[in-house]
Every structure is written in C-alpha cells, then in structure tokens.
C-alpha cells in the first residue's frame, strides 16, 4: 500500500507563496488519485485541490482557485500543491491522501491513505 508524506509547510506572509510537496513510497503510486485536504483550529477537514490517477484533470475549492494549482510529477512519486498569494485563512494543517477511485475526488471519506500532515501559517 502506498504511504504518503507531506513536506514543505511553514510560516509565512500575507501575498507569499509556498509549495507542499506529498511524497509516496510504494510500487503503485500511478494508479493512485491524490488529494489535498486542510484543518484549521476548531474547524472540519475541508477540500482543497484533487489530481486524477494521472495528474491530467483537477478540481479546487473555491477560495483556491487561481491562487493554488496541484500537479503530479508521476516520475519523481511526487504531487505539488502550488500555493501563491496566501492569506491568513489558508493557515491549517495540511494533508495529502490517496485514493483508487478514479478522481479527482472531493470527498475525504473516498480516500485511504492518509499523510502526517504539514502546518502553514500566514501571517498578517
């Protein structure tokens, strides 16, 4: 089974940018549609970006749109959440997780396999 770990997170200012990195380990990570999830204090797991098996077809939340673009880099087991022009509402705890379902998938329970997580903060 594939096992995911989440880089790249840190503290950051208002218009930064940063790039999350979800690094698989596993024979099959090919077959996997991958999604980007976060948790703020208090607050549910929501969607954030989602990448197909193949990284060809993506779905973001809305307050992402334009700002954050994800993309899977098949080769290097790796799929990137882009993230420009943050915003103190973007500071959660980031997850990445996979999926075999077909995707991109917006709804946590469709996945699997979950990361650890990466803290962002935005700071005003």
């Known amino acids: 089974q594939v096992q995911l770990v989440e880089s790249g997170g840190g503290l950051v200012q208002v218009g930064d940018s940063l790039r999350l990195a979800c690094t698989t380990s596993?024979?099959?990570?090919?077959?996997?549609?991958i999604g980007w999830f976060r948790q703020a204090p208090g607050k549910d797991r929501e969607f954030v970006a989602a990448t197909n098996y193949r990284g060809s077809r993506a779905d973001y939340t809305n307050s992402v749109k334009g700002r954050f673009t994800i993309f899977k880099d098949i080769a290097k087991n790796t799929v990137y959440l882009q993230m420009n022009s943050l915003i103190p509402e973007d500071t959660a705890v980031y997850y990445c997780?996979?999926?075999?379902?077909?995707?991109?998938?917006?709804?946590?329970?469709?996945?699997?396999?979950w990361g650890q997580g990466t803290q962002v903060t935005v700071s005003s």
């Open positions: 596993g024979p099959t990570f090919s077959a996997y549609a």
């Open positions: 997780a996979a999926t075999k379902v077909t995707g991109p998938d917006t709804i946590p329970g469709l996945y699997d396999v």
